[in-house]
């Protein structure tokens, strides 16, 4: 089992930069896929980017391919998202979510595959 905590969210001026950071206690985070999904107020939430369990593959929403990279360090727990030229759609709560690598879907993009998840983050892009 583990517990997603999410952190970095902020604000920024679009064409900026963040950097999301996801910390995941438990003793097993290398056994989970990780994900980023984000929600705006009236929409259902969305995927966002996910990578799996060994960092060997990744994989992205077509609205964030280029700008967004994921990457983990499964010594340190956590996952992360660089987001970069950062635009006003972007603003949302993003959520970080886990899932078990056995078995699992490849790539995990949907809501329902995840086991695990944050409790969200506020990122908002100034126009």
């Known amino acids: 089992q583990v517990q997603p905590v999410e952190s970095g969210g902020g604000l920024v001026q679009a064409g900026g930069s963040l950097r999301l950071s996801c910390a995941a206690s438990?003793?097993?985070?290398?056994?989970?896929?990780m994900g980023w999904f984000r929600q705006t107020p009236g929409k259902e939430r969305e995927f966002v980017a996910a990578?799996?369990?060994?960092?060997?593959?990744?994989y992205y929403a077509d609205a964030v391919k280029g700008r967004f990279t994921i990457s983990r360090d499964n010594a340190k727990n956590t996952v992360y998202l660089q987001m970069n030229s950062l635009k006003p759609e972007d603003t949302a709560v993003y959520y970080c979510?886990?899932?078990?690598?056995?078995?699992?879907?490849?790539?995990?993009?949907?809501?329902?595959?995840?086991?695990?998840w944050g409790q969200g983050t506020q990122v908002t892009v100034s126009s």
């Open positions: 979510a886990a899932v078990r690598r056995g078995g699992s879907i490849w790539p995990p993009r949907e809501e329902y595959l995840y086991d695990y």
């Open positions: 438990g003793r097993t985070f290398s056994s989970y896929h």
């Open positions: 990578i799996s369990w060994s960092a060997t593959n990744t």
